[in-house]
């Protein structure tokens, strides 16, 4: 009994041949699973002008350059139209009392003259009062002994004032006033009709002839 159920043991524990052979041979050392490359998708289909798209895509974009200003032409400067300014200035009165005085000696000097000339005869009384050689008022400048005929004793006639010459001659006088307009220069201090010679006009500089007036500085 003994010796036949040890022979059954060694039936069951003991390996064949075959499984001997196959226990004695080394297994081989199983390397772990490498991982799995991703796999890309399918490129989509890019139309006939796909390389042209991808540069446009991909390059960058061109910094960008703000257009040139365009050149203004120039503007020519045009000078007050005294015209234009003494029909915008027209009165029946004068503002001030020194506006009346400039008005009458406008109104009785130059009355006949074209607005220019009216206008710079203004402007001597003006730059007569502003020089430091005569009064620093207009009516005393005006005023003056043996300077303006039309003045009898330090006195003013008596202008039309309903005349369009007086409303002409108060404009004047706003415009000179103003400084809205220049004729003359600042150092013209002098003049007489062009029918008269007198002796001083030799010793001055002739500035301007504007109607019948000369203008001396």
Known sequence: MASAAFAVAMTFSAPSQA??????????????????PAVAAP???????????????????????????????????????????????????ADDDEQDCLAKAVYFEARGEPLQGQLAVAEVVMNRAASGRYPAS?????????????????????????????????????IAQGHLADTLPGDVLWYHADYVSPSWGKRLTKTAQIGLHIFYS
């Open 138 to 174: 207009l009516c005393e400048v005006i005023t003056q002994p043996w300077q303006f005929s039309f003045i009898h004793k330090g006195r003013f006639p008596t202008p039309d004032f309903g005349s369009e010459s007086w409303r002409k001659a108060v404009a004047v006088a706003r």
């Open 19 to 36: 499984q001997a052979a196959d226990l004695s041979t080394p297994v081989p050392a199983i390397a772990p699973a490498a991982a799995a």
């Open 43 to 93: 490129a989509a289909a890019l139309p006939a002008d796909a390389a042209q798209v991808q540069v446009q895509v991909s390059a960058p974009a061109a910094a960008a350059v703000p257009a040139p200003l365009p050149t203004l032409p120039a503007v020519a400067v045009t000078p007050p139209n005294v015209d234009e300014l003494v029909m915008a200035h027209e009165g029946d009165k």
